[in-house]
């Protein structure tokens, strides 16, 4: 702070306190008369924010307004969204994010973050260099290619990365000066994009094969050699490419994709809780799958993991998940099957009706990934009811318009028994005089608590074993009074605690698999609270 005086202390966004600078302050950096003589306290700025987001109706200008906040003051900005994390998250994060990058070459803005385009693939250290910090710890990295339900939206998609490293750092304590958000410019198959003289990014179809990998390559050469200590989230590639990206470098550098893996843990920390508040073993779970895709195979191989874990070998925790694409029953005479496939099919006869194949397999749990809105109908339901007494419906398909049923359906079909967490957010639903709270997967309870023991840690790589330590801990945090609610997930506004805890539990197994870089300490909860960014004046 040192260096910043009068106007350039307060244009700056890391230091800047703004009315809330002490007397001492104000003398020591020329700071008087420049704001208003009145000392505030963070408590009473926040009133001023609040007062003026309420001004505003539209959740893009409330998102705005408080992306220019964090332009102006980093403190306030973290403060006011840690102050009530389930108002501010929606307007920081989902679903607001995706209108803000559908608009953003139309909104002249501070840039934040990095812009590589493949035209520069040369030169990528460079870039990197040009980055004002050279300790960077966390990067989340997208191509833009498929941004939340949007699709393509090319460099626009960069509001992606800077609104889910916001989320590391006011939900899990990362501290903001140590995240860099980066979009690879390879082109775009967005024919609206292509034809707006205002859209920023290149001005070509997307960049495939060879070329593109090439490239991917030499990027995570490069940030590995700028920022040896760097963790890199992979975040909205298309499927395809980010199962990939995921596979070829899992093994070598610290990374990992949340789309795959984030969502596996959230969706099997959802079953965890429901079997210990069922107070019923994991290992008496039995899932099918509506869809077979990438989002499928991430959730089941976690899955897999968790069944393994508690005691089943590989070959009966297969035995327990069963899938259903769009052919039918993945059963093991059919020949049209991909590789990764053929372990969850299954002997039996095919079956081409998904309510029939509940009712021959019985399975406890059904999970929606097939992007079919309306696919668990009335049939569906009812067949979970009859061969279940709490049948768990987890429609994980995004947007709300693709997912499998609403909240609404699930419970009157199932006569309120059904135990219901989405992909998307459904509003509370009364049945027969009682309110039922849907679940939703958010994967929040897990990336930044996750990032937070890798940044404690600097932890080496990102293994699976970590994600799913991840979902045991967010299990263990919902008690029977939320399940009683019907909810399988914390609660939002708790979030900070949850993910010390979860952190905590993260950092722990970091250590007993040998993957940290810094010494173990005695107490973990203070070694997690001593790394962890604090909002504050102070
Ligand atoms: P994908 O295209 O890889 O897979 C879709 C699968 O659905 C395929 O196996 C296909 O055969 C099957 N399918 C299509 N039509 C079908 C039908 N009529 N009946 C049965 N199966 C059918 O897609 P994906 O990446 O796996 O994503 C699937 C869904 O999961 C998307 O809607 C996505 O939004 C959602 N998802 C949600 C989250 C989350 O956080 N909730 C995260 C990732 C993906």
Redesign the pocket.
């Known amino acids: 702070m040192e260096e910043f005086t009068g106007y350039s202390l307060l244009r700056n966004p890391r230091f800047n306190k703004g009315t809330a600078f002490t007397k001492e302050e104000r003398e020591k950096y020329g700071l008087i008369g420049i704001i208003p003589d009145k000392i505030e306290t963070i408590e009473t700025q926040i009133l001023r924010v609040d007062e003026q987001l309420e001004s505003y109706d539209k959740p893009i200008n409330k998102y705005t307004y408080l992306m220019q906040l964090l332009e102006t003051n980093e403190t306030l900005f973290f403060k006011t969204i840690t102050s009530e994390p389930a108002k501010f998250l929606p307007l920081i994060y989902t679903p607001t994010v995706g209108e803000a990058c559908q608009k953003l070459g139309h909104i002249s803005r501070r840039p934040r973050g990095l812009f590589i385009s493949i035209d520069q693939k040369n030169n990528i250290k460079n870039i990197l260099k040009n980055w004002p910090v050279n300790d960077i710890r966390f990067s989340v990295v997208t191509d833009g290619g498929r941004i939340l339900?949007l699709g393509d939206l090319g460099i626009n998609g960069i509001g992606i990365p800077i609104g889910k490293l916001l989320l590391y750092t006011s939900c899990g304590g990362v501290p903001p000066e140590h995240t860099l958000p980066i979009v690879l410019d390879v082109g775009t198959n967005n024919e609206e994009f292509l034809n707006d003289p205002l859209y920023p990014g290149l001005k070509c179809k997307r960049i495939r094969g060879k070329e593109f990998d090439d490239f991917v390559a030499a990027f995570v050469e490069a940030m590995y050699e700028v920022f040896p200590k760097v963790c890199i989230q992979w975040e909205d590639f298309p499927?395809v490419d980010a199962i990939r990206i995921l596979e070829t470098y899992r093994d070598k550098v610290c990374t990992f994709n949340d789309?795959?893996q984030?969502?596996a843990a959230?969706?099997t920390a959802g079953f965890i809780s429901i079997s210990r508040l069922m107070k019923k073993k994991f290992i008496d779970q039995r899932f099918l799958f509506?869809?077979?895709?990438?989002?499928?195979?991430?959730i089941a191989d976690m899955l897999v993991k968790k069944f393994q874990r508690d005691g089943l070998s590989a070959e009966e925790a297969y035995s327990h998940i069963w899938?259903?694409?769009?052919?039918g029953l993945l059963v093991s005479i059919r020949t049209d099957l991909a590789e990764h496939q053929i372990p969850f099919a299954h002997d039996g006869e095919p079956c081409t009706n998904?309510a029939e194949a509940v009712l021959k397999i019985k399975p406890t749990a059904i999970v929606?990934?097939?992007?079919?809105g309306g696919?668990f109908n009335q049939q569906v339901i009812e067949n979970m009811s009859a061969v279940n007494e709490r049948p768990i419906i987890f429609p994980?398909?995004?947007?709300t318009s693709?997912s499998e049923c609403t909240a609404e359906q699930a419970y009157t079909w199932s006569k309120g028994k059904a135990i219901f967490a989405?992909?998307?957010p459904f509003a509370p639903v009364e049945f027969e005089g009682k309110t039922f709270t849907p679940g939703q997967?958010?994967?929040v309870f897990i990336f930044p608590a996750l990032g937070m023991a890798i940044f404690a840690t600097e932890a080496k790589r990102v293994t699976d074993d970590m994600l799913l330590t991840a979902s045991e801990a967010v299990a263990e945090q919902v008690t029977q009074a939320d399940f009683e609610k019907g909810l399988i997930y914390p609660n939002v506004n708790d979030i900070l605690n949850v993910s010390m805890k979860v952190a905590e539990k993260v950092a722990e197994h970091i250590f007993e698999s040998g993957l940290a870089s810094v010494e173990r300490p005695g107490n973990m909860v203070d070694f997690i609270k001593s790394k962890m960014y604090i909002p504050s004046y102070e």
């Open positions: 339900g499927g789309d795959i984030g969502t959230i969706a509506m869809g077979a895709g990438a989002a499928a195979f991430g899938m259903f694409d769009v052919n998904f929606g990934v097939s992007t079919v696919a994980y398909s995004n947007p693709h989405s992909g998307s997967g958010n994967n």
